[in-house]
DNA sequence: CGGAAAAGCGGAAGCGTTTTCATCCCTACG
DNA sequence: CGTAGGGATGAAAACGCTTCCGCTTTTCCG
C-alpha cells in the first residue's frame, strides 16, 4: 500500500496497472469497451492505491455533478424529516450526493439560497420540499433549467409528489359526521395558509366542503394556531376551555396538532373519546402511542417516489412531468366515537 | 439581457466587460488587484449575463470544494434537528454547501457512505454529530485527511463539541435527591449504549455516581428502551404499573424519553409530581408545554459552534483541536418536588 | 525629478477527468 | 487467403476556472 502524499489521480492508477489514463478512466467508469484482465487490473491497482475519483474534476468534463440538492423550510418537522430521509435512501443507492439548503421563511439566508447558492451546478436536479415560493422563487427555480421535484403540494407545473390534501381532510371530518357529530371545528394553521405549508390551506377547505356537504356550513369553524404540538396544545386549551362552547369533534391539520389537542384534552380532564373525538392527518410515528384516529400518509415513501422521478428524469430529460398523488386511508383508532 | 443556450462562462462576462477572464475572475472572486472601475464593469457584465461561477471548476484548481460534509445517524429526532439548522445557519453565512450523509445504524447504505461517498473530495471538511463509529469507519475518516469536528459526545481525538452528558445526568439526579427522593430510577437507552447514541451510556453513569455518591447504590437501577417518546411510555407503562415496585422519581436519559413517561404516567393516573417526579436532559421545544424539568442544552448553538470551529480551520488546517463544552443549566418546572 | 515599488492587467499553464479520434490487432466470413 | 468489422488501447483535446509570471503603467518618496 503505497502513500501518496496528496491523493492519487487516475494517471497513479494508470501507472501502476501499465496502462494509459483513458484506459483506466474507461475501466473504472464502466463506460467504453476495456478487455476483462486489463479492468481487474485497474480496479485492483485503484483498491491498493486507494483510488478515488475526484468528482469535480469529473463533473467538470461530463456536466453531471452526481449530486441533487434539496430545498426544504424545515427539516425538524416530522413530515421533512421522514422524506429527507426517503430521499436520502433513494439517492445513496443510485451513488448520488444530497446537498440541503434550509430556507425558513422570510429569513435573509432564504433569499441568499435562491440568489447565490441554487446556480452554482452544485447538483444536477432539485427537490423541493414542502415550500411555498413566492413569484421571484419560482422564476429563479425555473431559471436553473434543472429537472425539478416538487413534494408536498404546492404545484410549480413540474413533476410532483403529494397526497390530496383536499380529500384527506374531507375523509377525516366525514368519519366524524357518520360518528354522528355536528359540531366539529378545524384546528391549526392560518386561514390562508400562507403562513404555514401550502397544503394546510387545502385541508382547511376539504372540511369546509364536507361541512357544507353535511349541511353543516353554519357550524364550520377554524381555530387557527401553529402547526406544531404546543401550538395544537395552547389553542385547544382556549377551545375546550368552556363547555358550552366546545365543539364535540376536532379535526386537526395534521397529527402535531392532534397531540397537542389530545394532551390539552387530558389536561382539562375531558374524556377522550367519550366527551370529545379527535383525528389528526399524518399517521405520525406517535400517533400510535395517542391512540389517535388519523388519515395516514407516507412521507418516506414520499421522498423515495420524489427522488426516483427525478432520477430518472436526469437519465432523460425529455421525460414529461409525472404527477404522483400517494394513497392516503383512515387510519381507526381510539380518539373517535359517537358524541 | 443575452440569452445563452447554455449557462455563461467567465470567457463571456470577460469578453462583455472588455478585458481578459484572468481580470475577471480577479475582480469577481476579490483575489487580486484590480481597478475599482474594471470592477464594476465586470460585476455588470456579470449580472447582466446572469453568470454564476461553475464551483466544479474553481474547486478543481482551487483544491476547495466550498462545501462540508455532515454525517448524521438521524435527522428525525429533535436534537440532529437543531443541529442541522444550527450548521446550515452558519454554513449559509459563509457560503458553503452542506452535503448531508445520513447513516442509519446497521444499513448496508452506511458501509456506501464511508465506503464509496466520502472519498469524492466533495467537501473540504466533515462535521459527525451523534456517531458512535466502529474503528473501520473511524480508520475511514481519518483517512480522509479533512479537518473534522465532531458533535454530541463521540471523542475522536479531534475538535469536539458537546456537553457534559456526565455531569447533566449527575445535576439531574441530585436535583431529585435533594428533593428528598431516594428510589429513583434511570429510563432509555441500553447499558453500554451500543444501540443508542455515545452520550446516553455517560448519563447513565453519571446517574450512577450521583446515586452511589448520595449512599443510594443499592436503589440504582436502570430501565431500558428506545431513545424515543413511545419508547419512554411504553417502559414506563411497565414500570409504574405496579405500585409496590414504583420509584418516587425517575431520571430520563432525555426529554422524549421523559415526555413518554409523563404522558404514561398520566395514562395511569398517577399524579405529577405528586406521586412521581421526572426530570429530563435537553429541554425540547415540547418540555415546556408538558411542564417538564429538565437540564437544558441548545443543539442549535452547537450546530453554529461546531460549523464555526470548521470554518476556521478550513481557513488555517494548522490550528490545534478545540473542544468546547457547552454548558448546561438545571431548568425548573412542574414535574418535579419532594416525594 | 528620478528611480523604486506597487498596481493593473493579459497570456498561458494547469487542475484531474472523460471522450473523441486514430491506430492496431484479432476474428470471422466470403 | 483477403478483407471487413469490431474490440482494445493510447494520444490528445476539452471542460471552466484560477493563478503564476511577466509586462506596462501609475504612484510614491527621497
Redesign the interface.
Known amino acids: 500500500m503505497e502513500t501518496f502524499p496528496k ?1 492519487p489521480t487516475i494517471g497513479d492508477v494508470a501507472r501502476a496497472a501499465g496502462v494509459s489514463p483513458a484506459t483506466a478512466s474507461r475501466a473504472l467508469t464502466g463506460r467504453g469497451a476495456v478487455a476483462p484482465a486489463t479492468r481487474a487490473r485497474v480496479e485492483y491497482a485503484a483498491a491498493e492505491l ?1 483510488y ?6 469529473a ?2 468534463v461530463t456536466g453531471r ?1 452526481h ?1 441533487i440538492g434539496v430545498v426544504s423550510p424545515s ?2 418537522r ?1 413530515f421533512f ?2 422524506v ?2 426517503g430521499i ?2 433513494a439517492l ?2 443510485a ?1 448520488y ?6 430556507v425558513r421563511r422570510g429569513t435573509a ?1 432564504r433569499a ?2 435562491f440568489r ?2 441554487l ?4 447538483f444536477d436536479g432539485i427537490i423541493v420540499a414542502g415550500l411555498d415560493p413566492d413569484m421571484a422563487e419560482v422564476e429563479q427555480l425555473t ?1 436553473l433549467r434543472l429537472p425539478l421535484v416538487s413534494i408536498g403540494g404546492y404545484d410549480l407545473g413540474t413533476s410532483l409528489v403529494s397526497i390530496d390534501d383536499h380529500a384527506a381532510a374531507r375523509v377525516a371530518t366525514e368519519h366524524l359526521i357518520q360518528l354522528g357529530h355536528r359540531d366539529i371545528a378545524f384546528v391549526g394553521g392560518d386561514p390562508d395558509g400562507r403562513k404555514s405549508s401550502f397544503g394546510d390551506a387545502k385541508r382547511l377547505a376539504g372540511y369546509r366542503e364536507a361541512m357544507a356537504h353535511a349541511g353543516l356550513d353554519e357550524l364550520s369553524r377554524h381555530a387557527q394556531s401553529e402547526v ?3 401550538g395544537g ?2 389553542v385547544a386549551t382556549g377551545l375546550l376551555g368552556d363547555q358550552r362552547t366546545r365543539p364535540t369533534g376536532i379535526v386537526a391539520v395534521c397529527d402535531e396538532v392532534a397531540i ?1 389537542v389530545v ?1 390539552a384534552a ?1 389536561r382539562l380532564g375531558i374524556s377522550v373519546p367519550n366527551e370529545l373525538s379527535i383525528v389528526g392527518i399524518d399517521d405520525h ?2 400517533a ?3 391512540g389517535l384516529t388519523t388519515v395516514r400518509q407516507r412521507p418516506h415513501e414520499q421522498g423515495i417516489a420524489a427522488a426516483q422521478l427525478l432520477l430518472e428524469r436526469l437519465g432523460d430529460p425529455t421525460l414529461p412531468p409525472e404527477r404522483i398523488i400517494e394513497p392516503t386511508a383512515l387510519a381507526l383508532r381510539a380518539s373517535t366515537s359517537a358524541p
Chains 1, 2 share one sequence.
Open positions: 491523493s486507494g478515488s475519483v475526484d468528482i469535480n474534476a463533473s467538470l455533478s449530486a427539516v425538524g416530522w424529516g421522514e429527507l430521509e436520502q435512501e445513496q443507492q451513488h450526493d444530497l446537498v440541503l439548503y434550509h439566508s441568499d439560497v447565490y447558492f446556480g452554482r451546478r452544485r431559471q406544531s404540538v404546543p396544545y395552547q397537542g394532551t387530558q410515528e406517535h400510535e402511542m395517542f
